[in-house]
T-cell receptor
Framework: RKEVEQDPGPFNVPEGATVAFNCTYS??????FFWYRQDCRKEPKLLMS???SGNEDGRFTAQLNRASQYISLLIRDSKLSDSATYLC?????????FGTGTRLQVFP | SAVISQKPSRDICQRGTSLTIQCQVD?????MFWYRQQPGQSLTLIAT?????????ESGFVIDKFPISRPNLTFSTLTVSNMSPEDSSIYLC???????????FGPGTRLTVL
């Protein structure tokens, strides 16, 4: 079983739609959780950290369920510029473990 | 935040040769890492570059194939040795305060081995 699993997509959604991505992780000792965004042919960049209480940043909401070892990212009011690959990242030790990423394509 | 540059940005190399990739950070950082991202895949950690000591390699990666240097807190190199076409990939360095802090990534080096 992979340490971090994501649905690779692609998710094709119209502008203005709400879309949710899920991620599961296998190591219950994982300490920190992140969502990174990677545009085509670019390096990954941190989108947001994920806290146990859940957190929101504008149109983006991240949630963590430690009992189910599950992380989610919700994007509301999708924009064309949200088109990218979203990487779920988990830290079971002192390094980052990346999921394979979920590709999002927002169309007009 | 940290700004990271990598050189070269891309290269095409012959089988059996070696390539050294440089990573420069604009500020001193505790941790530096090297990743590989093969086409259509996610990032795989190659090693942690330790300042003043040998790098820590992940399973499947060895020092003879991927020697790493880290002479100070702002610079690291990764060498891909005795290359084969299977080494064709994007190699990225990252830097940060550790796994609990944000990691910043360089733009990557796109390597093609013929």
């Amino acid at each position: 079983r992979k340490e971090v699993e994501q649905d690779p997509g692609p998710f094709n959604v119209p502008e203005g739609a709400t879309v949710a991505f899920n991620c599961t992780y296998s190591n219950s000792a994982s300490q920190s959780f992140f969502w990174y965004r990677q545009d085509c042919r670019k390096e990954p960049k941190l989108l947001m950290s994920v806290y146990s209480s859940g957190n929101e940043d504008g149109r983006f909401t991240a949630q963590l369920n430690r009992a189910s070892q599950y992380i989610s990212l919700l994007i509301r009011d999708s924009k064309l510029s949200d088109s990218a690959t979203y990487l779920c990242v988990v830290t079971p030790t002192d390094k980052l473990i990346f999921g394979t990423g979920t590709r999002l394509q927002v169309f007009p | 935040s940290a700004v990271i540059s990598q050189k070269p940005s891309r290269d095409i190399c012959q089988r059996g040769t070696s390539l050294t990739i440089q990573c420069q950070v604009d500020s001193q950082v505790t941790m530096m890492f090297w990743y590989r991202q093969q086409p259509g895949q996610s990032l795989t950690l190659i090693a942690t570059a330790n300042q003043g000591s040998e790098a820590t390699y992940e399973s499947g990666f060895v020092i003879d194939k991927f020697p790493i240097s880290r002479p100070n807190l702002t610079f690291s190199t990764l060498t891909v040795s005795n290359m084969s076409p299977e080494d064709s990939s994007i190699y990225l360095c990252s830097a940060g305060g550790g796994a609990w802090d944000e990691q910043f990534f360089g733009p990557g080096t796109r390597l093609t081995v013929l």
